[in-house]
């Protein structure tokens, strides 16, 4: 059935009432189109969105009857979605379905005044004052990492995919659990993403097995979850029986347990845990494997990233003081999260009709919006595919206010761990800039970013790593 639509839409954004009958209310591709392209839509989504927003504009309709779908690329309109009318929006979608199987009922999922209640109480680990001891975890994981690698004064080639998801999780598991998961990072690093990548393999299967039914798929989801829930499980129990260790993320949980009017239990311990498990380690260890290799690629970056980490840093580890001293740092991870957004997707279901960009949204709609469509807008960023960190130097990246840029999200919802992720990568940018240099292994190819959960390469990364000599 056919969804009446408005004839014309007003100056202000309001639609105008007088309905003629239409199969769309904006421009997108047709269902045999979509079908011939299926292929290579699900080989990189991120690309057919990108592609989608080039050809057919800011607000697309796919041809899919239910429910209406729609990719949101107008910055104003992600703005109305995001902070404007985000109250008309909400995340039951399919994106986030299928990551709830991994993350249950944690921040990542929920809405409403459930999602309120647990953002009040997982705040305060992120306070700026709670935050400054992560400077201090980044050094030690750093020094652990470079005493892996050994002697690398000639040079040695390194899976740069497996050595940031390890030293980002250790980073998490010490800053927000008071745990060393240096003995156990690779094999939750790799549980973890076995668990996300066969839940996004569930999402884009046009038909989806009942959970009672057996299969390959998911016999490895339920071991990667029996490996992440083990290890939770024994932090949970290890914190409980010492007691408190300070003010971080699973003292936070273990004291809202059996506590105030809404007690929470241990599933929802468990929830959170792993949310941020995931939201905390896998996004910042994909922005700084690409960091590194656009770097790699870029010999004037990579000189002043090296210059400035000695000019600041000296012989000495870097620490959360040094925050705002590290400008091309900051812009490095600024630039490479432009190109290469950890979280490519955002989706939600509209609640009530609105208007996105001049277009009518029925309620019931699915809405999708991507940083990586809107960060490589040729209306918006000035050569958006070249990596050039001196345009959040220089003044000419678009202003904050215009929504161009939006690697964290926005409004209400915007990510908790803004501030700490911002602080782990710049310091370890720094950090490993002032210790070695990167470079591509000859002959290599330029890696195809996979758009899962978040925007990875697939597989390996492997790059040439020696330790600088000064």
Not at 284 to 306: I, N, R
């Amino acid at each position: 059935m056919t969804r009446a639509a408005p004839a014309d839409v007003s100056r202000e954004g309001v639609p105008d009432r007088r309905y003629v009958r239409t199969p769309a209310t904006a421009p997108g591709p047709s269902g045999p189109r979509m079908l011939r392209d299926f292929g290579s839509i699900r080989r990189s989504a991120v690309e057919f969105l990108l592609s989608s927003r080039l050809e057919y504009g800011s607000v697309v309709q796919f041809p899919i009857p239910s429910p209406p779908t729609y990719l949101v690329a107008e910055p104003d309109a992600v703005r109305r979605v995001l902070v404007g009318n985000a109250r008309n929006y909400d995340k039951a979608t399919l994106q986030y379905r299928s990551l709830s199987l991994v993350v249950g009922q944690g921040l990542l999922v929920t809405d409403g005044e459930i999602w309120r209640r647990q953002r009040r109480m997982v705040q305060p680990p992120f306070h700026h004052e709670a935050i400054r001891a992560v400077g201090d975890h980044v050094a030690a994981s750093l020094n652990a990492l470079l005493e892996r690698w050994g002697d690398i004064s000639r040079g040695a080639v390194i899976d740069m995919n497996e050595a940031m998801m390890r030293v980002a999780l250790e980073v998490v598991g010490a800053s927000l659990f008071g745990t060393d998961l240096s003995g156990d990072a690779d094999r939750l690093a790799q549980a973890t993403l076995h668990a996300l990548d066969e839940v996004v393999a569930r999402s884009q299967m046009p038909v989806t097995p009942p959970r009672w039914m057996p299969s390959p798929s998911r016999r490895r989801l339920e071991a990667a979850l029996r490996e992440l829930d083990g290890t939770v499980g024994l932090m949970i129990d290890r914190r409980s029986a010492a007691g408190p260790s300070g003010a971080d993320l699973l003292d936070v949980l273990i004291a809202a347990a059996g506590a105030g009017d809404e007690p929470i239990d241990r599933r929802e311990i468990r929830d959170e845990l792993v949310s941020f498990m995931v939201a905390g380690h896998e996004t910042v260890a994909s922005a700084l494997m690409w960091a590194l290799w656009l770097v790699a690629g870029d010999a004037e970056v990579a000189e002043q990233l090296a210059a400035e980490a000695d000019a600041v840093l000296g012989d000495r580890d870097a620490t959360w003081e040094d925050l705002d001293r590290l400008p091309v740092a900051r812009a490095v991870f600024d630039e490479t999260m432009r190109l290469y957004p950890p979280v490519w997707l955002v989706t939600r279901r509209a609640l009530a009709d609105d208007v996105l960009g001049g277009r009518f949204i029925p309620a019931g709609s699915l809405v999708i919006m991507s940083p990586y469509v809107v960060h490589r807008d040729p209306a918006l960023w000035e050569d958006p595919s070249a990596f050039r960190p001196q345009r959040f130097l220089d003044g000419s990246a678009p202003p904050a206010s215009s929504h161009a840029f939006w690697p964290f999200g926005a409004g209400p919802r915007i990510c908790v761990g803004k501030d700490f992720a911002y602080l782990e990568g710049i310091l370890l940018l720094a950090g490993l800039a002032r210790r070695v240099t990167v470079a591509r292994p000859p002959g290599a190819s330029e890696p195809r970013g996979v758009p899962l959960v978040t925007l990875r390469p697939l597989g390996a990364l492997p790059m040439v790593v020696r330790a600088r000599g000064r």
